[in-house]
């Protein structure tokens, strides 16, 4: 019986201890310092909109962790020493490991901007982030700044929105997000946080921070010259593996802590996942660092099988991803470059009225379907999965578009106007096969 | 974190969160409420025509104009903001009051009618009962009741909240159209056709109140009106035998129990409408599911045996079932169950734990859909067992990101990003498939399916 150690209990080392304790009778021990039990970060929008107080957030209820016996310290980690496999807790305690799994996250950029530490600018990140900006806003502002046109730059522009405060938000592109999402995407989504009422400036940057008495007071746009009068600044420029504590402990470390494909960081017994970890030979297509929910979660039960039974490597599998503009979802599976490479045909239908559209990427060569990208409509994971998997063609796949639909009952449904538009464009006459219905999605995905 | 909870309906910031247009029509409605109590207080039967129109009119159009004030400027989607924060939504002194008052009214309503100016002995009604005496003539030529002031009032509410609904939820067809039919059942099965029927003689009947809910259907006098009632008393009986017995198995195998509890059911219609502002205070906890199973299917167990004492006796004329009376079975059930559980603490409590107290913890007719909904069963000719119903709550792959949304807007108090987070459909025996679960989820992950 050994005593693993996991620092971190996040998606990724929550999901590591639990898949240790269904794989082994091993003694568990997480640490963090951020909260006792583990909650979904990706939650802490709604504690601040008051959708859910933040109970409601936690991912499992407390005694589970205990009937489980994975047990749990609040404590920061100091640092580690990898020769005598000591953890040393910035209390004083000290940990012994046989093992260590690393599931630090990340932390919001700061580059450096003059003002960036005063009090009311920030990212939004942690348990503690969230509690910041309450202290911060609770008793009314009259303006807040956002830098950044990410994922997490929209959600903390619609935690204000929700709670009346005005906001503007500076985005250094010509659009939003339009480094992850093609340009009709892009610009939908730059109507919907227009039509919320938030000031969005493209092709904006910040320049420098003031403050009064340690709070911020204004900002100044680096563009225009602007100085914007402000009670908070929210700092959503990306976010950065976080490891500084592992610093002294010999332990190789790049953009963040770099890991093989099992996992293992450079340090025996040793293994880094989640946000924190950078894989030195990321599958092809995939980036080194990918700080998303859904990567964490699969490192983590990865992790806990290398451990546990035999070494297994990580494979990250279709890339999928999903987010929520303010009243917009959107969803991908697979590959759907901002920019179209040139051997790929990218058919794009839009709704005339609504926030919703399909857009299907595929190889126009070989009509071999690559991605698909949905906004404020609902796609079958494991169906779009298993067709880009299995390099279906795009007719037989639009001819069964219906077995994706995943939107609730008596929506309307789209996909007859998408095979008409490709129809359209190809000068075919493809007509809708099976129709949306869960029977015919269980024979497709498991016959 | 604990936000300070401020005394504002709906949030503590800077704006109090309710507009002009809010709070004119707040007045309307509350000067509407005021000329029923004024009438109710005066204890009159005179001129009560004026009255009843007049403030069931400002209810109306100040409850209709508030909902366009509170969602008019707002973009289609998801309307959650603040419910953590505001007095009413958060069990904050708002909501002690309106508990006390809702449950207040039910105790009046079940145990002082004359309160209410029900008139005792065929004596004329005053109060609140004489205000409602214009509705019930022009609907049957009688004067009012207090059951028919409660029904009145109920129907009202259902109408008004279900706008409300409508146009909170007005990107989702599933929700429109199922607080449409709540609105139907209530208004024309549960409310008017009965009086009309009473109008022409026929005993009072709700068509879609079905036993065990309706835990009268085999009393004495119940059935004995039936009879007495001709061709259609004897339809009356058959039907509502073979609603329980046969038309609810058949649509809880298709669709599940949502068929009835969100789709038709008056004490779901009145949850699903007016309850929906605090379907996020159900308790999510372990130890509720546990408690809620042992509480319901004793109550289906309570209701099953006091109707078989009770049939027993109208057959046999034996009275005593293992020592207890059949009477005094049927009076108890009455009281604790009928009137206490279903009213009092079902709908006084709204405000406090949940909108759906009473068809999570009490309802029998919940209890048995339930048992028809989650049960499996091998039948000899199969080769695996089966689930008795063809409903479920399928999840999306792993888009699941165990945010909790799901489970917090369960009024039913079901975890339901348990299963969300671990992929597996939700088949619970006391789900009654709202959908709301999968409306507030934001990355897609929930489907309302029968396979």
Redesign the interface.
């Given at each position: 019986m050994e005593h693993i150690v996991i620092i971190g209990n996040g998606?990724a080392g929550s999901t590591a201890a639990r898949y240790l304790r269904k794989l082994s009778n091993n003694i568990i021990t997480m640490i963090s310092g951020e909260t006792e039990y583990p909650f979904?970060r990706?939650?802490l929008m709604?504690?601040y909109?008051?959708?859910?107080?933040?109970e409601?957030?936690?991912?499992?209820?407390d005694?589970f962790w205990v009937k489980n016996r994975i047990d749990t310290i609040k404590a920061w980690v100091k640092e580690i020493d990898t020769t005598s496999k000591i953890i040393l807790l910035e209390d004083g305690r000290k940990i012994n490991f046989d093992k260590l799994i690393l599931a630090t996250g990340s932390k919001p950029n700061k580059f450096g901007w003059p003002g960036q530490d005063l009090t009311g600018v920030q990212g939004l990140y942690h348990y503690q982030d969230?509690?910041n900006m309450?202290a911060a806003t609770?008793?009314?502002?009259n303006k807040a700044v956002i830098v950044g046109g990410g994922l997490i730059g929209i959600e903390m522009a619609e935690m204000f929105h929700?709670?009346?405060?005005p906001v503007t938000m500076l985005v250094r592109e010509d659009s939003f997000w339009n480094i992850v999402l093609p340009d009709e995407e892009s610009q939908m989504i730059n109507r919907?946080i227009i039509?919320?009422g938030i000031d969005l400036r493209l092709r904006e940057e910040l320049q420098e921070i003031k403050g009064k008495d340690g709070k911020v007071s204004s900002m100044i746009c680096k563009n225009s010259g602007e100085e914007i009068e402000c009670e908070f600044v929210g700092l959503t420029v990306g976010v950065s593996p976080n490891f500084e504590f592992i610093n002294s402990s010999g332990i190789s470390t790049n953009r963040g802590i770099i890991v093989n494909e099992y996992l293992q960081t450079s340090a025996d017994s040793i293994y880094a996942i989640g946000d924190c970890a950078e894989l030195s030979q990321p599958v092809s297509g995939r980036r080194p660092i990918e700080a998303v929910?859904?990567t964490g979660?699969m490192m983590g039960k990865t992790v806990a099988q290398t451990i546990c039974n035999e070494a297994t490597k990580y494979n990250p599998g279709i890339w999928?991803n999903?987010?929520?503009f303010?009243?917009i979802?959107y969803?991908v599976y697979g590959d759907i470059p901002a920019k179209t490479p040139e051997h790929i045909t990218s058919l794009y239908w839009q709704h005339p009225t609504e926030n919703k559209a399909i857009r299907i990427n595929y190889e126009t060569l070989t009509g071999i379907v690559t991605g698909f990208n949905l906004m404020g409509i609902?796609?079958?994971?494991?169906v779009c999965?298993k067709w880009i998997a299995e390099r279906t063609n795009i007719e037989t796949v639009i001819e069964h578009l219906s077995l994706a639909n995943?939107?609730?009952?008596?929506?309307?449904e789209y996909e007859r106007a998408f095979v008409d538009l490709y129809n359209q464009k190809n000068n075919k006459s493809i007509h809708l096969k099976t129709k949306r219905d869960?029977?015919m999605v269980?024979k497709f995905l498991y016959n | 974190m604990q936000p300070y909870k401020s005394i504002s309906i709906t949030a503590h910031h800077q704006t109090d969160g309710i507009n002009l247009n809010q709070k004119l029509a707040l007045s309307l409605v509350g000067i509407g409420l005021l000329l029923q109590m004024v009438f109710w207080l005066s204890f009159q039967s005179e001129g009560a025509g004026v009255w009843l129109w007049s403030s069931i009119g400002l209810v109306s159009v100040g409850s209709i104009w508030y909902t366009a004030g509170q969602y008019k400027n707002t973009l289609p989607g998801i309307k959650n903001n603040n419910n953590w924060f505001g007095s009413l939504t958060s069990r904050g002194s708002f909501a002690w009051v309106l508990a006390i008052l809702l449950t207040g009214f039910y105790v009046l309503l079940y145990w002082y009618p004359h309160l209410l100016g029900q008139g005792s002995g065929g004596g004329v009604n005053t109060g609140l009962v004489g205000l409602f005496d214009p509705l019930s003539i022009f609907l049957k030529g009688k004067p009012a009741s207090q059951w028919f002031v409660y029904g009145a009032i109920y129907t009202l509410t259902i109408l008004l909240m279900g706008v409300k609904f409508i146009y909170k939820y007005r990107h989702n067809k599933y929700q429109v159209y199922r607080t449409f039919s709540i609105m139907f059942f209530q208004t024309a099965i549960a409310f008017i056709l009965p009086e009309i029927m009473q109008s022409l003689n026929k005993p009072y009947y709700d068509f879609k109140n079905i036993w065990p809910l309706n835990y009268y259907f085999f009393f004495d006098w119940n059935i004995d009106a039936m009879l007495a009632a001709g061709t259609f008393g004897y339809f009356m009986l058959f039907w509502g035998i073979i609603s329980f017995l046969v038309i609810t198995p058949i649509l809880t195998y298709f669709f599940g129990k949502r068929w009835y509890c969100s789709w038709v059911c008056g004490c779901g219609g009145l949850a699903e409408t007016a309850g929906d502002p605090f379907r996020h205070l159900s308790d999510k906890s372990l130890k509720a599911w546990k408690l809620e199973r042992w509480m319901i299917h004793s109550v289906l167990v309570f209701v099953t045996l006091m109707t078989i004492s009770v049939l027993v006796a109208r057959f046999t004329g034996i009275r005593n079932i293992l020592f207890i009376d059949s009477g005094s079975l049927s009076s108890w059930y009455g009281f604790f169950i009928g009137a206490a559980f279903s009213g009092v603490v079902g709908v006084g409590f709204y405000p406090l734990l949940g909108n759906r107290v009473w068809c999570r913890f009490g309802c029998p007719m919940a209890a048995y859909l339930g048992i028809l909904q989650r049960f499996t069963i091998k039948l000899p000719w199969n080769k695996e067992s089966r689930r008795m119903s063809k409903f479920r709550i399928t999840t999306n792959g792993s888009q699941c990101i165990s945010c909790g949304n799901c489970s917090t807007y369960c009024e039913m108090g079901i975890d339901v990003k348990s299963y969300a987070q671990r992929q597996e459909d939700i088949v619970r025996a006391s789900c009654v498939g709202c959908g709301i679960c999968s409306a507030v989820c934001p990355r897609g992950v929930l489907r309302l399916e029968n396979v």
């Amino acid at each position: 019986m050994e005593h693993i150690v996991i620092i971190g209990n996040g998606i990724a080392g929550s999901t590591a201890a639990r898949y240790l304790r269904k794989l082994s009778n091993n003694i568990i021990t997480m640490i963090s310092g951020e909260t006792e039990y583990p909650f979904s970060r990706t939650a802490l929008m709604y504690v601040y909109m008051g959708h859910m107080e933040f109970e409601h957030t936690k991912l499992y209820e407390d005694w589970f962790w205990v009937k489980n016996r994975i047990d749990t310290i609040k404590a920061w980690v100091k640092e580690i020493d990898t020769t005598s496999k000591i953890i040393l807790l910035e209390d004083g305690r000290k940990i012994n490991f046989d093992k260590l799994i690393l599931a630090t996250g990340s932390k919001p950029n700061k580059f450096g901007w003059p003002g960036q530490d005063l009090t009311g600018v920030q990212g939004l990140y942690h348990y503690q982030d969230i509690k910041n900006m309450e202290a911060a806003t609770q008793n009314g502002i009259n303006k807040a700044v956002i830098v950044g046109g990410g994922l997490i730059g929209i959600e903390m522009a619609e935690m204000f929105h929700s709670r009346h405060i005005p906001v503007t938000m500076l985005v250094r592109e010509d659009s939003f997000w339009n480094i992850v999402l093609p340009d009709e995407e892009s610009q939908m989504i730059n109507r919907h946080i227009i039509a919320n009422g938030i000031d969005l400036r493209l092709r904006e940057e910040l320049q420098e921070i003031k403050g009064k008495d340690g709070k911020v007071s204004s900002m100044i746009c680096k563009n225009s010259g602007e100085e914007i009068e402000c009670e908070f600044v929210g700092l959503t420029v990306g976010v950065s593996p976080n490891f500084e504590f592992i610093n002294s402990s010999g332990i190789s470390t790049n953009r963040g802590i770099i890991v093989n494909e099992y996992l293992q960081t450079s340090a025996d017994s040793i293994y880094a996942i989640g946000d924190c970890a950078e894989l030195s030979q990321p599958v092809s297509g995939r980036r080194p660092i990918e700080a998303v929910w859904y990567t964490g979660r699969m490192m983590g039960k990865t992790v806990a099988q290398t451990i546990c039974n035999e070494a297994t490597k990580y494979n990250p599998g279709i890339w999928f991803n999903s987010a929520k503009f303010f009243d917009i979802e959107y969803q991908v599976y697979g590959d759907i470059p901002a920019k179209t490479p040139e051997h790929i045909t990218s058919l794009y239908w839009q709704h005339p009225t609504e926030n919703k559209a399909i857009r299907i990427n595929y190889e126009t060569l070989t009509g071999i379907v690559t991605g698909f990208n949905l906004m404020g409509i609902r796609y079958r994971h494991l169906v779009c999965e298993k067709w880009i998997a299995e390099r279906t063609n795009i007719e037989t796949v639009i001819e069964h578009l219906s077995l994706a639909n995943f939107d609730p009952e008596f929506f309307d449904e789209y996909e007859r106007a998408f095979v008409d538009l490709y129809n359209q464009k190809n000068n075919k006459s493809i007509h809708l096969k099976t129709k949306r219905d869960l029977g015919m999605v269980k024979k497709f995905l498991y016959n | 974190m604990q936000p300070y909870k401020s005394i504002s309906i709906t949030a503590h910031h800077q704006t109090d969160g309710i507009n002009l247009n809010q709070k004119l029509a707040l007045s309307l409605v509350g000067i509407g409420l005021l000329l029923q109590m004024v009438f109710w207080l005066s204890f009159q039967s005179e001129g009560a025509g004026v009255w009843l129109w007049s403030s069931i009119g400002l209810v109306s159009v100040g409850s209709i104009w508030y909902t366009a004030g509170q969602y008019k400027n707002t973009l289609p989607g998801i309307k959650n903001n603040n419910n953590w924060f505001g007095s009413l939504t958060s069990r904050g002194s708002f909501a002690w009051v309106l508990a006390i008052l809702l449950t207040g009214f039910y105790v009046l309503l079940y145990w002082y009618p004359h309160l209410l100016g029900q008139g005792s002995g065929g004596g004329v009604n005053t109060g609140l009962v004489g205000l409602f005496d214009p509705l019930s003539i022009f609907l049957k030529g009688k004067p009012a009741s207090q059951w028919f002031v409660y029904g009145a009032i109920y129907t009202l509410t259902i109408l008004l909240m279900g706008v409300k609904f409508i146009y909170k939820y007005r990107h989702n067809k599933y929700q429109v159209y199922r607080t449409f039919s709540i609105m139907f059942f209530q208004t024309a099965i549960a409310f008017i056709l009965p009086e009309i029927m009473q109008s022409l003689n026929k005993p009072y009947y709700d068509f879609k109140n079905i036993w065990p809910l309706n835990y009268y259907f085999f009393f004495d006098w119940n059935i004995d009106a039936m009879l007495a009632a001709g061709t259609f008393g004897y339809f009356m009986l058959f039907w509502g035998i073979i609603s329980f017995l046969v038309i609810t198995p058949i649509l809880t195998y298709f669709f599940g129990k949502r068929w009835y509890c969100s789709w038709v059911c008056g004490c779901g219609g009145l949850a699903e409408t007016a309850g929906d502002p605090f379907r996020h205070l159900s308790d999510k906890s372990l130890k509720a599911w546990k408690l809620e199973r042992w509480m319901i299917h004793s109550v289906l167990v309570f209701v099953t045996l006091m109707t078989i004492s009770v049939l027993v006796a109208r057959f046999t004329g034996i009275r005593n079932i293992l020592f207890i009376d059949s009477g005094s079975l049927s009076s108890w059930y009455g009281f604790f169950i009928g009137a206490a559980f279903s009213g009092v603490v079902g709908v006084g409590f709204y405000p406090l734990l949940g909108n759906r107290v009473w068809c999570r913890f009490g309802c029998p007719m919940a209890a048995y859909l339930g048992i028809l909904q989650r049960f499996t069963i091998k039948l000899p000719w199969n080769k695996e067992s089966r689930r008795m119903s063809k409903f479920r709550i399928t999840t999306n792959g792993s888009q699941c990101i165990s945010c909790g949304n799901c489970s917090t807007y369960c009024e039913m108090g079901i975890d339901v990003k348990s299963y969300a987070q671990r992929q597996e459909d939700i088949v619970r025996a006391s789900c009654v498939g709202c959908g709301i679960c999968s409306a507030v989820c934001p990355r897609g992950v929930l489907r309302l399916e029968n396979v």
